[in-house]
C-alpha cells in the first residue's frame, strides 16, 4: 500500500468534493463522504461500493469486485466492492457521480 497512491486518490481525483475522509483499515484505506464509507483503497487500486442501484454502470466498464483470501481457509471473500475504472477517476465529474451511487450503495 502507497502513501503516494492514497494522496493521488484523496488529493488529486477527489479533492474537488468537500468532506473527504480517509482512514487506515486492513492494510488499505476507507475512504468517506460526510462519515459515510463509500470506497476503499486496496492494493494501490480504488474500489467503490456497490449495489442492485449502481452494479450495471460497473459491469459495462467489465469491473471486478475486491476478492481477497482469509487467513484460516484461504478461500476467496467477495466484497461489495468494486474496482473504478480508470476513465472514471480522470473525470471529475463522473467520479462525483459514481461517488454518489456508491453513497447511495452503501444504504441498500
Do not use: C
Amino acid at each position: 500500500m502507497s502513501a503516494e497512491f492514497h494522496d493521488y486518490i484523496v488529493y488529486d481525483v477527489l479533492g474537488h468534493i468537500p468532506h473527504i475522509t480517509s482512514r487506515r483499515m486492513f492494510g488499505g484505506y476507507g475512504i468517506y463522504h460526510e462519515d459515510i464509507i463509500f470506497a476503499i483503497i486496496a492494493e494501490d487500486e480504488l474500489y467503490f461500493k456497490v449495489a442492485n442501484n449502481n452494479r450495471a454502470q460497473y459491469e459495462k466498464h467489465e469491473s471486478k469486485p475486491f476478492t481477497y483470501r482469509g487467513h484460516k481457509d484461504r478461500k476467496p471473500t467477495v466484497m461489495s466492492y468494486w474496482l473504478v475504472p480508470e476513465e472514471i477517476t480522470n473525470d471529475a465529474e463522473l467520479i462525483e457521480q459514481w461517488l454518489f451511487g456508491a453513497k447511495e450503495a452503501h444504504n441498500k
